[in-house]
């Protein structure tokens, strides 16, 4: 048994080397926060990872995230070093990180004294490098010798710092370090801070400041501008900060908040009507115009320019040019007094809540939630991937009724249905049902064509192309929508109460469909199995029941999925806020058919529900030491589920990244950041395009995607051969694995049509005739057509397509 054993997880290791590749990640790179200049790059610090603009190409050139090292990707400040020329990168909750020469060297993290990983600004000035956190100031210096700053001072309120959460700071020329934080600013000679002198405090008490609440910071040409929640406030390089220009009418309106400012060559000032809530990290936008410019001896002249966007982030010099980094509409760029938009072709959010794949086998992302206001990373709209590009809609470019869009569905014709959940009218969200046809057209089901409530939990299209619509508030009523051919004009068949949904309150369900029966899983109250797929006699109780598990009567589902184990047995597998559930029926269609419970664990494998109860497990099947378990062995919740070509099912958690359970080998595989370049371990949603094997997962910091192969073939020929492993030991349980790889090394399936390998010995006798393996590649065992073992020696292999066309190689074997 062990040995059987020992086979078939060596098996299952050599499928997944050649199964589980390409790990790629795409967030969104147009919410800008810092950007700095070096060379002919501008480099762009964004919520999604550090994009560089190639100033020479006008193009988006390359982009770091966790796959080249850069381990936090919501970043917040840049600074460069040109003496060691190094960019530092800072970033919220992930520390600073050095970028040399395009990869990443060391770290500013807590072990080398750094007093908190939530950064807001980096200056470097005169060999110190100052860190700005949420937590205090940390002071580093480079040292001859060491090739890493070393910890000067942390200061914090111990200093007198008016609040350890800073805003911004800057050094002016003559080595006075401001701070501003929410409670005022702070002030103090640099060599003074770093030798222990406590800061000094400016704040409405004791001078002009229009407000304590410091936004944003800039210094240049003897002048320090001062972005607060009330208005502006110009201060000199004076050493009593005695000479003030203060300017409260700025911005159009009872609104003064401003943020950010910048001070020109000329010393104009620039700035924008925004502020920022530190509590959700959400910009908000204020005045009539895009930038306010002021000018002359006393900032006495003042005048507007309207660029494109008020989304201000940032203003700063690229180079020479004046540059504007934008919340969502990327960098502007002054090009002669035209101001130029760069926008990167990016998925609109990096919370990733929802993913579908359409008929035409193309990838929609969403990033909605059950809320009414817009939440930090989502509520973006809609993305559609092409393999290459992505385009986004939302209510500023389309006629989507919400940016908080919290389902997807898609009929026979490839009409898109988008979910919009809550109504805002202050954000400009209408709710209800958004329809995109294949050719642009839009259309809606609201209430005036029956929709019984516009907070959209859950939209569904069965086989027959009827639109089923659950909604938030309705008591676990789903309206069912006749399949759509006039986009203005849907037609409404009936609405249902789902039985048993008002257990717990008001409960949306979602839905799946399967051949004989659909079901329905709630947020509160669990699953519920409607034995059937008439809509005509829905309501008929006969055909409705619980599952046997209490545990799967309540919760949140989050996936039903349905495979087919080695022996042909149905397994319905729940994906439940209880964990992992499977209902086996043995011999379906049988006159000996018979159902069964399982519960899967940790510790032990599967549990059994005891016949006749509803919550009395007994153990079932046990881990062999060493084997791969569920969720790695830690505690985790499902969160997201999906099946694959294989018959191989997807578990996303909230803590443990993804699992997968391959029903040929009964073995579990764990995926998760300790071992894999992941955003995140808190996956939030699965979605697999089986043209490409591509499996995508969301989560609260991206999507990603990983090949885990497909048995649909769209390659047309064989470009070359590779076999790993090569030589191989079949003794030691290993496969060799004979592959094509296409023109730019990337593994892909063997041609369209039937291919043939055979395999011959030395002296030219056939040994074996293989046939393709379930990934579309052929697999030697070392054994021959009779299933005797092949001696040790080299063999040839010729593999022959369906055009007659043929292809040779060698394997090594040893015994």
Not at 90 to 115: C, H, R, W
Not at 525 to 546: C, F, L, P, V
Not at 619 to 628: A, C, N
Request: charged share 20%.
């Amino acid at each position: 048994m062990k040995k059987i054993f020992f086979l078939t997880f060596m098996l299952f290791l050599s499928y997944s080397l050649f199964s589980i590749k390409n790990w790629k990640i795409y967030t969104n790179t147009t919410h800008i926060t810092d950007f700095i200049k070096v060379d002919n790059r501008i480099y762009i610090a964004t919520w999604g990872g550090l994009e560089v603009f190639n100033e020479d190409l006008k193009s988006f050139t390359e982009n770091y995230t966790a796959l080249d090292g850069l381990n936090g990707i919501d970043l917040t400040s840049l600074m460069y070093d040109k003496k060691h020329r190094e960019i530092l990168i800072g970033s919220y909750k992930n520390e600073v990180a050095s970028l040399k020469n395009g990869t990443f060297q060391y770290k500013i993290n807590s072990d080398m004294g750094l007093v908190s990983p939530y950064i807001r600004k980096l200056i470097y000035h005169k060999e110190y490098i100052l860190v700005c956190t949420e937590e205090g100031l940390s002071i580093f210096q480079y040292l001859d010798g060491i090739n890493f700053p070393v910890l000067l001072k942390n200061c914090t309120l111990t200093q007198n710092l008016a609040d350890n959460f800073i805003v911004d700071a800057v050094v002016t020329d003559n080595d006075v370090l401001l701070v501003g934080t929410v409670r005022g600013l702070n002030y103090g000679n640099l060599e003074d801070i770093i030798n222990g002198v406590s800061f000094d405090l400016l704040d409405e008490s004791n001078s002009p400041l229009p407000s304590d609440e410091i936004n944003c910071l800039y210094h240049s040409q003897g002048v320090t501008a001062v972005g607060t929640k009330s208005g502006l406030a110009i201060i000199d390089d004076s050493d009593d900060f005695s000479n003030w220009i203060v300017k409260e009418d700025v911005l159009e309106g009872e609104e003064q908040s401003i943020l950010p400012v910048f001070i020109d060559n000329s010393g104009n000032i620039y700035c924008s009507g925004g502020n920022k809530d530190y509590s959700t990290r959400m910009y908000n936008f204020f005045g009539d115009h895009d930038l306010y410019v002021f000018s002359g001896d006393n900032f006495e002249n003042k005048k507007t320019i309207d660029i494109g966007t008020d989304k201000i982030s940032a203003i700063k010099y690229a180079g020479d040019k004046i540059a504007v980094g934008t919340w969502g509409e990327g960098l502007f760029i002054n090009e002669e007094d035209d101001w130029v938009q760069y926008l990167s072709n990016s998925v609109s959010s990096n919370l990733i809540t929802r993913i579908k794949t359409d008929k035409d086998g193309m990838l929609w992302v969403a990033s909605g939630y059950k809320g009414q206001v817009p939440s930090f990373t989502g509520t973006q709209g809609i993305s559609c991937f092409d393999g290459e590009n992505w385009t986004t809609y939302n209510i500023d470019n389309s006629p989507i009724r919400s940016n908080n869009i919290y389902s997807m569905a898609f009929d026979s014709k490839n009409n898109a249905y988008f979910g919009c959940f809550g109504r805002s009218l202050q954000h400009g969200w209408k709710g209800a049902v958004s329809i995109l046809s294949p050719d642009g057209i839009w259309g809606e089901i609201t209430r005036s064509d029956g929709l019984m409530h516009e907070w959209v939990s859950d939209i569904s299209v069965d086989s027959e192309d009827n639109v089923w619509v659950s909604c938030m508030g309705e008591g676990g009523r789903i309206d069912i929508f006749n399949p759509v051919s006039d986009l203005d004009n849907p037609v409404k068949n009936k609405d249902f109460i789902v039985p048993w949904s008002t257990e717990y309150g008001n409960d949306p369900f979602s839905k799946y469909f399967f051949e004989n029966e659909i079901i329905f899983g709630g947020i509160a109250t669990g699953a519920k199995i409607y034995h059937s797929r008439n809509i005509d006699e829905i309501e008929n109780m006969n055909d409705w029941e619980k599952p046997a598990p209490s545990d799967l009567r309540s919760g949140f589902i989050y996936g039903v999925e349905k495979i087919y184990d080695n022996w042909g047995n149905e397994e319905m597998w729940f994906a439940s806020s209880s964990g992992i559930f499977i209902r086996k029926i043995s011999n379906p269609g049988m006159p000996n058919e018979a159902i069964e419970w399982f519960k899967l664990g940790i510790g032990v494998k599967r549990f059994k529900l005891r016949s006749g109860t509803t919550n009395q497990w007994d153990k079932d099947t046990f881990y062999i030491v060493g084997e791969p378990r569920l969720f790695g062995a830690v505690s985790s919740t499902p969160s997201a589920m999906i099946k694959d070509s294989f018959n191989r099912i997807w578990i996303g958690t909230t803590s443990s990244g993804l699992t997968v359970y391959d029903p040929e080998t009964e073995l579990y595989s764990n995926y998760s950041s300790s071992d894999y370049p992941m955003l995140s371990d808190n996956i939030l949603s699965l979605g697999y395009v089986k043209e490409s094997g591509l499996l995508f997962f969301g989560t609260d910091k991206g999507l990603m995607s990983v090949d885990v192969g497909t048995n649909v073939k769209i390659n047309e020929k064989i470009d070359e051969i590779k076999v790993f492993p090569n030589p191989f030991y079949p003794e030691k349980g290993e496969i060799a694995v004979i592959s094509n790889f296409n023109s730019q090394n990337e593994l892909t399936s063997m041609p369209k049509g039937k291919n043939i390998c055979r395999i011959y010995d030395m002296s030219g006798q056939l040994a074996v005739e293989l046939k393709e393996d379930k990934f579309l590649q052929f697999s030697w065992n070392g054994k021959n057509n009779n299933g005797a073992d092949c001696g040790s020696g080299v063999y040839f292999f010729i593999i022959t397509d369906s055009k007659g066309n043929s292809f040779k190689g060698k394997i090594a074997l040893i015994r």
